[in-house]
């Protein structure tokens, strides 16, 4: 795990929701993931986890289920997204 100690700027700092909305916006390449941990101070890790998170139907729908509905973390600012940017690869019909 990268920290701000190791040139990432913006460790351990909660997304805004605009970073997820344009994190989810583009396709989920490596180029994108390096180019996206620069331009918002991230680690590429950190990147990657938002993607992972976002396109697996079964880890995001568990995450959801634990939170409380008024919580604001990037859980539910990655649910969000997926419902205005209509993404619904990752998701299991129940």
């Known amino acids: 795990m990268k920290t701000k ?3 990432v700027p ?3 700092v909660p997304y805004k929701q ?3 909305d344009l994190i989810l916006s583009l396709t989920p390449t490596y ?3 390096r ?4 331009s918002l101070g ?4 950190a990147i990657i986890t938002v993607f992972s998170m976002a ?3 079964k880890w995001l729908k568990g995450m959801l289920g634990a939170t409380n509905e008024n919580t604001d973390n990037v859980v539910t600012k990655i649910a969000r997204t997926k419902k205005k940017l209509g993404i619904f690869v990752g998701h299991e019909p129940g």
């Open 5 to 7: 100690a190791d040139g």
């Open 10 to 12: 913006n460790a351990f």
């Open 18 to 20: 605009r970073e997820i």
């Open 31 to 33: 180029s994108n993931v």
């Open 35 to 38: 180019n996206l941990s620069v």
């Open 42 to 45: 991230r680690s590429q890790d």
């Open 55 to 57: 396109y697996s139907g």
